[in-house]
């Protein structure tokens, strides 16, 4: 059974500083992994898109990281700002199938 | 920028009762998605629809639910006798590929629906 497991489940940080969540996939066969950013009440919004040649992509102060060999990648947000206080998700998609896979989420929070 | 719009916001339904829920994906996406988020929990796959066809169904989209692309613009999913269960957030998407392909998915932002 395809699974997406985030990690932390939540974390607070300082307006400014940096911060890394974690996902891990079962997803196979893989054919991308997405994180999306969904702030409360409105539907998710994608941040990057990595497929299983890419390690590394950025979106402004996001940078996703993804090793495809341990099933794992990291979302990276540099310079926190109060607007980046939201769930963050991370979905991966299968190649034999059209649905997406969705984590759990992290729950972040910018404080001043 | 081009979005994807649902209606209503919120819907409040009386238990047994027929719901649909309204969906305007981006006007030259292929891809047509559906999914449910229960409060507090993630977002789970429903249904994909292409070219006029279910592609992929999850196990929790039942014979209680359809979908239906009526007008070339509209996308609407329909539960016919709603369930206490049903109530959750509700969430249509759109893309120029599928799943399987690098095209991000756009998300409208959500039908909530309370089942009374």
């Known amino acids: 059974k395809n699974q997406v497991e985030q990690s932390p489940q939540s974390l607070i940080i300082l307006e400014g500083k940096n911060c890394t969540l974690q996902?891990?996939?079962?997803?196979?066969?893989?054919?991308?992994l997405r994180w999306y950013k969904q702030d409360t009440g409105r539907g998710p919004v994608s941040l990057t898109i990595?497929?299983?040649?890419?390690n590394t992509k950025s979106n402004g102060r996001y940078t996703a990281t993804l090793d495809a060999d341990t099933k794992q990648s990291s979302l990276h947000i540099t310079a926190s700002q109060l607007s980046d206080s939201a769930s963050y998700i991370c979905?991966?998609?299968?190649?034999?199938?059209?649905?997406?896979?969705f984590g759990a989420g992290t729950t972040v929070t910018v404080r001043a | 920028e081009p979005e994807v719009t649902q209606t209503p916001s919120h819907q409040v339904t009386q238990m047994g009762q027929e719901v649909i829920l309204r969906c305007v994906p981006i006007?030259?996406?292929?891809?047509f998605y559906w999914y449910r988020q229960i409060l507090g929990q993630k977002v789970e796959f429903l249904v994909s629809?292409?070219?006029?066809?279910?592609?992929?169904k999850s196990e929790i989209f039942d014979d209680q639910f359809s979908v239906e692309r009526p007008d070339g613009s509209n996308f609407t999913l329909k539960i016919r006798s709603t369930k206490l269960e049903d109530s959750a957030m509700y969430f249509c998407?759109?893309?120029?590929?599928?799943?399987?392909?690098?095209?991000?998915?756009?998300f409208g932002d959500g039908t909530r629906l309370s089942i009374l």
């Open positions: 629809f292409y070219n006029n066809e279910i592609s992929e």
């Open positions: 006007s030259n996406h292929l891809y």
């Open positions: 990595m497929t299983f040649s890419e």
């Open positions: 998407a759109s893309g120029q590929g599928s799943g399987r392909g690098n095209q991000p998915q756009h």
């Open positions: 979905v991966v998609s299968a190649s034999d199938d059209y649905k997406l896979s």
């Open positions: 996902c891990n996939y079962t997803v196979s066969p893989f054919s991308n």
